[in-house]
DNA sequence: AATCTCATTCTTGTATACAAAAAATCATTC
DNA sequence: GAATGATTTTTTGTATACAAGAATGAGATT
């Protein structure tokens, strides 16, 4: 590709701690990466600081680069962040939203819908992201939409603390549903509404979690 | 003695952007920079890296870095974004402040409202800053205001933007009096409100209207 | 006169070399 | 046998050298 390596390199490095591969309080040792990508530790650099800008991998000065580790206080601060925004997105959606982006949405969540009765949890999950993309997009605040994508891959790798109820699919298509249908119908206070509710749900589950934490989860984050 | 010449670097290049010594669209050569600071391009391409990350410098590949050149639309996205986190603090903090905090918020704006008579508004503009600083770390939500803060100095090379209107200060320190009552008794809807009639500063149907435009009707600003 | 092409030059991106600090290892001492 | 201190080793941070793409300018062509 015209692009540099070290654009072909953070991607690739950005995927593998988003999915989990590489895991929260990985050292990424600059050597090793650098003999793994074929490169020297230049782009390798310039890869790990511009992650550690986005927050997926933490440096400390002399010390190295870890993936970044969050504090149970720090997701939780981030969650209410998050579901601010989407507020705020779903607020927005309802009144600027496009008829083509209506038809779009609606798709989105049939095909979402569609999976309501399985538990499937990982192919509901990818199409829910989607639902919540052509959401961020219909707001019509690239900004917005871009701090919003940057949080979500930021607690992706904390993706595995996500409860697993089975059921959970169901409610939770048919809280999108509501959604989705106050933002095409242009309310924007019911979207706004819905959308906290939603996310509180799940937060409030996430909470609950919280108690059964692994103790090593629970460290302060430095 | 600052761990790393990038780590020195980095804060005086941001402080030139924020203040507007360099402005918008001025091109950032690694060369001059390497020879003005009197170290080699490694540690400039490092501070330079991670200002693009928070935005204040914008790095074309293979073309050189630039200080961020926002067009309006991006700016108006913004304000959108940051009318909505600042609400989300002052319903956080109303709910969160602690009694030492609530003194020292009163205190912030007593300071602030000493000048509401006058019409010195960079003193003002200084004040005023803390009064916010004062009420994000209220809101006991860490994430959050390192958010907020971020995105402020992200604005702050365009705060030449501000109209600086007679008798503004004065409506401005009594939007922020009710805004610290509301806050200090806890009344976390009021608190949001204020705060998002205080922020938001054209009103959303102009806001509505420009985020509707194609973007080739408002070109960057540089 | 304007534009297109090609060569030169300048700047960015990458590799390698070197310096300095932190981690690890080993030896000595209590 | 544990702890502490010095030495070695490893790893990060910076400088310099080199390669490749983009900007610039001169000359030719229409």
Redesign the pocket.
């Known amino acids: 590709m015209?692009t540099?390596?070290?654009?072909e390199i953070l991607p690739v490095l950005e995927q593998e701690i988003v999915t989990g591969t590489l895991k929260p309080g990985t050292r990424?040792?600059?050597?090793i990466l650098a003999e793994k990508f074929?490169?020297?530790?230049?782009?390798i650099?310039?890869a790990l600081n511009r992650l550690s800008a986005s927050g997926l991998v933490e440096?400390r000065?002399?010390?190295?680069?870890i993936v970044a580790a969050i504090s149970v206080q720090d997701l939780m601060n981030m969650f209410e962040v998050m579901a601010d925004l989407e507020a705020l997105c779903a607020r927005l959606a309802a009144r600027r939203i496009t008829p083509p982006e209506k038809a779009a949405l609606r798709a989105a969540h049939e095909s979402c819908h569609a999976l309501s009765g399985s538990e499937d949890f990982d192919e509901y999950y990818e199409r829910n992201l989607y639902l919540h993309d052509l959401l961020y997009k219909a707001s019509h605040n690239a900004f917005l939409e871009k701090q919003v994508c940057e949080l979500r891959r930021r607690l992706s790798p904390h993706r595995r603390l996500q409860v697993r109820i089975p059921g959970r699919i169901l409610a939770s298509s048919n809280e999108h549903g509501a959604l989705v249908e106050a933002v095409v119908t242009g309310d924007a206070a019911l979207a706004e509404k819905l959308t906290r509710d939603h996310v509180t749900i799940q937060g409030e589950r996430f909470t609950d979690f919280l108690s059964t934490l692994p103790s090593h989860y629970l460290q302060a984050s430095a």
């Open positions: 015209a540099s390596r070290a654009n990424l040792d600059e050597t074929g490169v020297s530790r230049t782009p650099r310039e440096i000065p002399r010390r190295g680069a």
